[in-house]
């Protein structure tokens, strides 16, 4: 018999028969991978960089001097760490509304009934995939002060060149990179325009709504539980942003994982991850570091839970999410 | 209302209702928007591949010929790729990425479909808690887990082995487990149920039914995995020594001639032949890689 | 740890493939090869000077070898992990090595601080690590990260004490002051890295007059002759006239050397920017980053001098003696139009500091301690170092081996002559501090660089800042050490 026809069969047979529960054994069974690996390579070594942070140990010495709350209280203190967030916050506000609004948009278009829409979308979406080593090396040439395009380009209006990856012009630049790949979203966006109801679209046209109204009130409610997840998504990646950073500075991505190389991160690409970065390894303050880890961690712990608190109630759900056996599909 | 005589046509989500009704006093702005959109989107087609185009002219363009002011060199230096294949130990890089990211991203497939579906259908004290924690393993970085990752990997003597990648992708990836958590609620409980009554144990159901449905999630989360240990070049560098590292962390070295002197145009020419692998594989997989997500039952 | 990614120089041997790592090394913050040793006795530069005249051609080569495998005899096998900048080491010279020694295996991994850190938390780390010893010495000895050596050179029949060339001590410390104490490493070889090598035609092209290698220029006339030596259109550079500088503080240090003063005071706890010395180099440096005539801090360059002087992209560049063996590897064609140079003066003192004597070191928790040493004397006094004499790659670690150093063609007789002008200027400075690794230091004040280049800091300022931003490294380390 197949699946389907055992499904089917009227409810009424009943359970005889024991029950096979759904025991916290099979439960723990079945995550043990999960936890035991989580348990090992994240929960332990975020528990070590806890310990750290209260210690001054620079990362080789068999002494670890106690700190204390120190590390803390510089982690607020210091001017680097203001400057260092701000500039993160500065990248936030360009490249997420962006991304997160151009992937929507993008899928909008590919909704529509165009021709070679599935060529377009894979064209756009190609550049999210693309490793960052690549994207790097990519961009880097593109903007090269005296071979890349950028300034060839400019050239054409006789305008100087410009130095893009030094100075005030690299978070430009890495905006740039980073907004090339900002069709990232365009498949899921997609995949849950498609689940908009066909019919609710329908009896808004009837009711004379235009295409941005239809949008604003059948399918912008529908797509909101997976924009919000994706936006929390996108805002959680950018506001860890370093590797970008690094590989997009005169550093060749080799020197990257050695600390002096931080230096050559223009002041203007220093993100708070690239800080966090340089104090390990450039300034062997693994005990500063790891403050600085363990403060950003509980800081985007909150924002997550206070974004999804103020916005989730706004977002439209059709089934709760938490709920783990309940049909899916209602009418 | 619909033109008399003309049936509706089949439900169609992707084109817009309006569209469909064909309604006269719009035809002519709706007969337009289609090719509008056409330029539109060709041109924002375009505009996104643009930098391959300019790395692809670059990896043939011949390293003397880099600063002159032209947009297509005069010569086409296809050598460069011989000379990308030969300047690093392209091959050896490329075959080690391969073997990571194909081994990780099937370890990680299964074990995440697992797990998802441990969180998605069982139940168990603590199953709140430890799925924060899932949502909360999504948020930190990894570089901050692996310096400590490797004092331990370094106790174990298996440092400059792939063992880490096993351990990693047996454990599951956050963001997988979630769309398989997803995927997995969709379902009706009377799935279990009937495999039950014929006597299947919990592993057989997920194996045997719930497994073979999450197909294109598996393809996805499979690609997915894929790029990430393709393009990881951090634990590569740290984990692995020079005979046995990774293409992302051989590259990033760059290329140099017998002179020293940085070669720009080679590295544009490895840096090509490196993402072709993802490229293909997403093309490839393409179908199934969307409709993973479409199934994650985005609700 | 040894976040050393300012290589003090890469000797490139001959034959050489890719280098990949050590042309990013260099790509730092930095000059390419500055770290200064700490301060030292005054004994050195007259003794250094009077053994490189004296140095008799002893019989080095024909005991060495038969030495190599007396001492190989007691040494257990295994395999060494060398940590160099990939490419350093040549196939030629690992072959020759393990023929010397068979029951050795050498396992190169590519210099990398984060490994190297993580590596020596874990308890496994590198058998031999490759570093600069006038910038790591306290601090590794300081940590007890390396090991005490003086018991093995004592027991070395391939390494003379007396042999030994006294730039040598920079790898000596006795928990206060470099140069005195154990040794905890030795240079494989070692220049006087504020020197530098021009193309005199570039010169001539320009109509100006070609400096004289024996007299040394001054940093103003370098910085007067850069804009009409540099060629520019249209915000795109072709050629610079003045090579890399980099605020670092060893360079700093070693201009004002030549004026009398110093940046790190006499207990290595702080640091001193805003003395009229530093503030005349720090001014320069402004400027000269200002000028554009050159790569700086404010448009890095995109590997070092050595492949931009190769690709006609500097007429200039900051190097030491081995740069010559640099130039006959890669590009011997150019040796015809090229000059080695005196270390140029800020003030009036002729001072020409070395940045390096870059050799190795052995960690306390090495394996196999007696095969490190064995591959240390090798490399650095034995065989291993014979050839790369030979071949010009810089000033040799023992005195019997200055006799080795080329001389056959004109640019070989040029460069030796300079060379042996220079070494009585050689002066050991006090760069070195066990609370703070160079890199860690030069970090911090080349962030605040930039903003006086631009101008919104005054020279002034910049000295306050810098001086700060050094001292809070340092009391940070100071801190971490227990103190």
């Given at each position: 018999m197949t699946t389907a026809a055992r499904v089917c069969r009227?409810?009424?047979?009943?359970?005889?028969?024991r029950k096979r529960g759904t025991g916290s054994v099979a439960f723990y069974g079945f995550i043990s991978p999960w936890l035991v690996g989580t348990l090992l390579l994240a929960l332990f070594p975020l528990g070590y960089a806890l310990y750290i942070s209260f210690t001054n140990w620079d990362g080789l010495s068999k002494v670890k001097p106690w700190a204390g709350l120190a590390n803390y209280r510089e982690v607020f203190s210091s001017p680097d760490t203001w400057s260092s967030l701000s500039r993160t916050l500065l990248l936030i506000i360009f490249v997420v509304p962006a991304t997160i609004v151009g992937s929507l948009v993008l899928a909008l278009f590919l909704n529509e009934r165009v021709k070679g829409r599935v060529v377009f979308r894979t064209l756009i979406y190609i550049p999210a995939i693309i490793p960052p080593v690549a994207a790097a090396l990519i961009w880097k040439n593109i903007f090269e002060t005296n071979t890349g395009s950028a300034n060839r380009f400019l050239a054409l209006f006789g305008i100087r060149a410009v130095p893009w990856l030094i100075g005030g012009h690299a978070f430009y630049a890495l905006v740039v990179m980073m907004l090339w790949g900002l069709g990232v979203g365009i498949i899921i966006d997609l995949a849950v325009l498609q689940t908009v109801d066909v019919e609710q679209l329908h009896a808004a046209k009837i009711d004379g709504a235009n295409a941005f109204l239809s949008f604003r009130h059948v399918t912008l409610p529908a797509i909101s539980p997976v924009l919000l997840f994706q936006t929390v998504l996108v805002l959680i990646a950018t506001l860890q942003t370093f590797i970008p950073a690094l590989l997009l500075s005169p550093a060749t991505a080799a020197n990257a994982t050695q600390g002096g190389v931080i230096g050559l991160v223009p002041t203007s690409n220093t993100f708070y991850m690239v800080n966090v970065y340089a104090q390990f390894f450039s300034y062997s303050r693994y005990g500063f570091g790891s403050a600085l880890i363990v403060v950003f961690f509980i800081f985007i712990l909150l924002l997550t839970g206070i974004i999804f608190k103020v916005f989730g109630r706004s977002v439209y759900y059709t089934v709760d999410p938490t709920a783990t056996n309940k049909k899916a599909r209602r009418r | 209302m619909t033109t008399p005589g003309v049936l509706p046509p089949p439900a169609d989500t992707a084109t817009p209702v309006a569209q469909q009704r064909g309604g006269r006093p719009h035809v002519r702005r709706l007969r337009q928007r289609p090719r509008a959109l056409f330029i539109v989107l060709l041109v924002i087609s375009i505009a996104m591949m643009l930098p391959l185009l300019i790395l692809l002219i670059t990896s043939v363009t011949p390293g003397a010929q880099l600063d002159a002011d032209r947009w297509v060199p005069a010569v086409f230096r296809w050598s460069n790729y011989r000379d990308a294949l030969t300047g690093i130990p392209f091959w050896h890089y490329a075959r080690d990425s391969l073997f990571l990211s194909v081994v990780y991203a099937g370890l990680t497939t299964l074990s995440s479909a697992l797990v998802g579906y441990g969180f998605a259908r069982l139940r168990g004290p603590g199953k709140n808690l430890l799925f924060g924690v899932l949502i909360a393993m999504m948020i930190v970085p990894q570089i901050v887990t692996l310096i400590p990752t490797y004092l331990l990997f370094s106790r174990v003597h298996l440092v400059g082995t792939y063992w880490p990648w096993f351990i990693w992708g047996s454990a599951g990836a956050p963001y997988a487990i979630f769309l398989y958590r997803q995927f997995f609620s969709s379902f009706p409980r009377e799935l279990e149920e009937a495999a039950e009554i014929d006597g299947a144990g919990r592993l057989r159901t997920f194996l045997t039914i719930f497994l073979p449905l999450s197909r294109p999630l598996l393809v996805t989360a499979f690609v997915l995995a894929f790029n990430a240990t393709w393009g990881d070049y951090i634990a590569p560098t740290l984990f692995l020594n020079q005979n046995n590292t990774t293409l992302a962390a051989g590259l990033a070295s760059g290329y140099f001639s017998s002179q020293n002197i940085p070669e720009p145009t080679v590295l544009a020419a490895g840096t090509f032949l490196y993402i072709i692998p993802v490229v293909v594989l997403f093309l490839l997989a393409q179908r199934h890689y969307v409709r993973g997500f479409i199934n994650s039952g985005l609700k | 740890m040894v976040h050393y990614t300012q290589v003090s120089r890469r000797s490139f041997l001959r034959g050489a493939g890719i280098v990949a790592g050590s042309a990013a090394l260099a790509a730092c913050t930095s000059k390419a090869k500055q770290t200064a040793a700490a301060t030292s006795s005054a004994t050195s530069p007259a003794s250094a000077a009077g053994s490189s005249s004296g140095a008799a051609p002893s019989t080095v080569a024909a005991s060495s070898s038969g030495v190599a495998s007396a001492s190989a005899a007691s040494i257990k096998g295994g395999t060494l992990t060398v940590m160099c900048p990939s490419g350093e080491i040549s196939s030629e010279q690992i072959g020759l090595f393990t023929a010397a020694y068979p029951e050795l295996k050498l396992n190169l991994i590519n210099y990398d601080t984060t490994r190297l850190n993580a590596m020596i938390a874990a308890g496994t780390p590198p058998d031999l690590v490759r570093d600069a010893g006038t910038d790591v010495t306290p601090y590794i000895a300081t940590r007890g990260l390396a090991l005490d050596l003086d018991p093995y050179f004592a027991k070395s029949t391939v390494i003379q004490e007396s042999d030994i060339l006294p730039i040598n001590d920079v790898w000596k410390w006795d928990g206060k002051v470099q140069g005195q104490g154990p040794r905890y490493g030795m240079a494989k070889d070692w220049s006087q890295d504020a020197m530098w090598w021009y193309n005199p035609a570039a010169w001539q092209a320009a109509g100006i007059t070609e400096p004289d290698p024996a007299t040394p220029v001054t940093y103003d006339q370098l910085l007067e002759w850069a804009p009409k030596l540099t060629k520019s259109s249209n915000g795109k550079t072709s050629v610079y006239g003045l090579f890399t500088t980099a605020p670092s503080h060893d360079f700093i240090s070693a201009m004002v050397a030549t004026a009398g003063g110093k940046i790190l005071s006499d207990d290595l706890l702080t640091a001193d920017f805003t003395s009229p010395e530093a503030q005349q180099a720090l001014t320069w440096l402004v400027n000269a980053a200002k000028a554009k005539v050159g790569y700086s801090a404010v448009n890095p360059s995109p590997d070092w001098d050595g492949p931009e002087y190769l690709a006609g992209h500097q007429v200039s560049a900051d190097a030491g003696y081995w740069f010559g063996g640099y130039l006959d590897t890669n590009n011997a064609k150019l040796e015809a139009t090229t000059k080695f140079a005196a270390a140029p003066l800020l003030g009036t003192t002729r001072v020409s500091p070395s940045f390096g004597a870059v050799g190795y070191w052995i960690p306390a928790k090495a394996k196999n301690p007696d095969a490190s040493f064995a591959f240390m004397e090798w490399y650095c006094g034995g065989e291993g170092a014979r050839a790369r004499a030979a071949a010009g790659d810089g000033l040799p670690a023992l005195k019997s081996m200055l006799p080795l150093l080329p001389q056959q063609t004109a640019f070989q007789q040029q460069t030796y002559q300079v060379q042996q002008a220079e070494l009585p200027y050689l002066k050991v400075l006090a760069l070195a501090s066990p609370y703070a690794l160079g890199s860690a230091i030069d970090t911090a004040i080349a962030k605040v660089f930039p903003s006086a280049v631009t101008g919104s800091t005054t020279v002034a300022q910049l000295g306050d800042k810098m001086t700060s931003a050094a001292n809070a490294v340092l009391a940070q380390g100071k801190k971490a050490a227990g103190g």
């Amino acid at each position: 018999m197949t699946t389907a026809a055992r499904v089917c069969r009227p409810s009424t047979r009943g359970r005889v028969g024991r029950k096979r529960g759904t025991g916290s054994v099979a439960f723990y069974g079945f995550i043990s991978p999960w936890l035991v690996g989580t348990l090992l390579l994240a929960l332990f070594p975020l528990g070590y960089a806890l310990y750290i942070s209260f210690t001054n140990w620079d990362g080789l010495s068999k002494v670890k001097p106690w700190a204390g709350l120190a590390n803390y209280r510089e982690v607020f203190s210091s001017p680097d760490t203001w400057s260092s967030l701000s500039r993160t916050l500065l990248l936030i506000i360009f490249v997420v509304p962006a991304t997160i609004v151009g992937s929507l948009v993008l899928a909008l278009f590919l909704n529509e009934r165009v021709k070679g829409r599935v060529v377009f979308r894979t064209l756009i979406y190609i550049p999210a995939i693309i490793p960052p080593v690549a994207a790097a090396l990519i961009w880097k040439n593109i903007f090269e002060t005296n071979t890349g395009s950028a300034n060839r380009f400019l050239a054409l209006f006789g305008i100087r060149a410009v130095p893009w990856l030094i100075g005030g012009h690299a978070f430009y630049a890495l905006v740039v990179m980073m907004l090339w790949g900002l069709g990232v979203g365009i498949i899921i966006d997609l995949a849950v325009l498609q689940t908009v109801d066909v019919e609710q679209l329908h009896a808004a046209k009837i009711d004379g709504a235009n295409a941005f109204l239809s949008f604003r009130h059948v399918t912008l409610p529908a797509i909101s539980p997976v924009l919000l997840f994706q936006t929390v998504l996108v805002l959680i990646a950018t506001l860890q942003t370093f590797i970008p950073a690094l590989l997009l500075s005169p550093a060749t991505a080799a020197n990257a994982t050695q600390g002096g190389v931080i230096g050559l991160v223009p002041t203007s690409n220093t993100f708070y991850m690239v800080n966090v970065y340089a104090q390990f390894f450039s300034y062997s303050r693994y005990g500063f570091g790891s403050a600085l880890i363990v403060v950003f961690f509980i800081f985007i712990l909150l924002l997550t839970g206070i974004i999804f608190k103020v916005f989730g109630r706004s977002v439209y759900y059709t089934v709760d999410p938490t709920a783990t056996n309940k049909k899916a599909r209602r009418r | 209302m619909t033109t008399p005589g003309v049936l509706p046509p089949p439900a169609d989500t992707a084109t817009p209702v309006a569209q469909q009704r064909g309604g006269r006093p719009h035809v002519r702005r709706l007969r337009q928007r289609p090719r509008a959109l056409f330029i539109v989107l060709l041109v924002i087609s375009i505009a996104m591949m643009l930098p391959l185009l300019i790395l692809l002219i670059t990896s043939v363009t011949p390293g003397a010929q880099l600063d002159a002011d032209r947009w297509v060199p005069a010569v086409f230096r296809w050598s460069n790729y011989r000379d990308a294949l030969t300047g690093i130990p392209f091959w050896h890089y490329a075959r080690d990425s391969l073997f990571l990211s194909v081994v990780y991203a099937g370890l990680t497939t299964l074990s995440s479909a697992l797990v998802g579906y441990g969180f998605a259908r069982l139940r168990g004290p603590g199953k709140n808690l430890l799925f924060g924690v899932l949502i909360a393993m999504m948020i930190v970085p990894q570089i901050v887990t692996l310096i400590p990752t490797y004092l331990l990997f370094s106790r174990v003597h298996l440092v400059g082995t792939y063992w880490p990648w096993f351990i990693w992708g047996s454990a599951g990836a956050p963001y997988a487990i979630f769309l398989y958590r997803q995927f997995f609620s969709s379902f009706p409980r009377e799935l279990e149920e009937a495999a039950e009554i014929d006597g299947a144990g919990r592993l057989r159901t997920f194996l045997t039914i719930f497994l073979p449905l999450s197909r294109p999630l598996l393809v996805t989360a499979f690609v997915l995995a894929f790029n990430a240990t393709w393009g990881d070049y951090i634990a590569p560098t740290l984990f692995l020594n020079q005979n046995n590292t990774t293409l992302a962390a051989g590259l990033a070295s760059g290329y140099f001639s017998s002179q020293n002197i940085p070669e720009p145009t080679v590295l544009a020419a490895g840096t090509f032949l490196y993402i072709i692998p993802v490229v293909v594989l997403f093309l490839l997989a393409q179908r199934h890689y969307v409709r993973g997500f479409i199934n994650s039952g985005l609700k | 740890m040894v976040h050393y990614t300012q290589v003090s120089r890469r000797s490139f041997l001959r034959g050489a493939g890719i280098v990949a790592g050590s042309a990013a090394l260099a790509a730092c913050t930095s000059k390419a090869k500055q770290t200064a040793a700490a301060t030292s006795s005054a004994t050195s530069p007259a003794s250094a000077a009077g053994s490189s005249s004296g140095a008799a051609p002893s019989t080095v080569a024909a005991s060495s070898s038969g030495v190599a495998s007396a001492s190989a005899a007691s040494i257990k096998g295994g395999t060494l992990t060398v940590m160099c900048p990939s490419g350093e080491i040549s196939s030629e010279q690992i072959g020759l090595f393990t023929a010397a020694y068979p029951e050795l295996k050498l396992n190169l991994i590519n210099y990398d601080t984060t490994r190297l850190n993580a590596m020596i938390a874990a308890g496994t780390p590198p058998d031999l690590v490759r570093d600069a010893g006038t910038d790591v010495t306290p601090y590794i000895a300081t940590r007890g990260l390396a090991l005490d050596l003086d018991p093995y050179f004592a027991k070395s029949t391939v390494i003379q004490e007396s042999d030994i060339l006294p730039i040598n001590d920079v790898w000596k410390w006795d928990g206060k002051v470099q140069g005195q104490g154990p040794r905890y490493g030795m240079a494989k070889d070692w220049s006087q890295d504020a020197m530098w090598w021009y193309n005199p035609a570039a010169w001539q092209a320009a109509g100006i007059t070609e400096p004289d290698p024996a007299t040394p220029v001054t940093y103003d006339q370098l910085l007067e002759w850069a804009p009409k030596l540099t060629k520019s259109s249209n915000g795109k550079t072709s050629v610079y006239g003045l090579f890399t500088t980099a605020p670092s503080h060893d360079f700093i240090s070693a201009m004002v050397a030549t004026a009398g003063g110093k940046i790190l005071s006499d207990d290595l706890l702080t640091a001193d920017f805003t003395s009229p010395e530093a503030q005349q180099a720090l001014t320069w440096l402004v400027n000269a980053a200002k000028a554009k005539v050159g790569y700086s801090a404010v448009n890095p360059s995109p590997d070092w001098d050595g492949p931009e002087y190769l690709a006609g992209h500097q007429v200039s560049a900051d190097a030491g003696y081995w740069f010559g063996g640099y130039l006959d590897t890669n590009n011997a064609k150019l040796e015809a139009t090229t000059k080695f140079a005196a270390a140029p003066l800020l003030g009036t003192t002729r001072v020409s500091p070395s940045f390096g004597a870059v050799g190795y070191w052995i960690p306390a928790k090495a394996k196999n301690p007696d095969a490190s040493f064995a591959f240390m004397e090798w490399y650095c006094g034995g065989e291993g170092a014979r050839a790369r004499a030979a071949a010009g790659d810089g000033l040799p670690a023992l005195k019997s081996m200055l006799p080795l150093l080329p001389q056959q063609t004109a640019f070989q007789q040029q460069t030796y002559q300079v060379q042996q002008a220079e070494l009585p200027y050689l002066k050991v400075l006090a760069l070195a501090s066990p609370y703070a690794l160079g890199s860690a230091i030069d970090t911090a004040i080349a962030k605040v660089f930039p903003s006086a280049v631009t101008g919104s800091t005054t020279v002034a300022q910049l000295g306050d800042k810098m001086t700060s931003a050094a001292n809070a490294v340092l009391a940070q380390g100071k801190k971490a050490a227990g103190g």
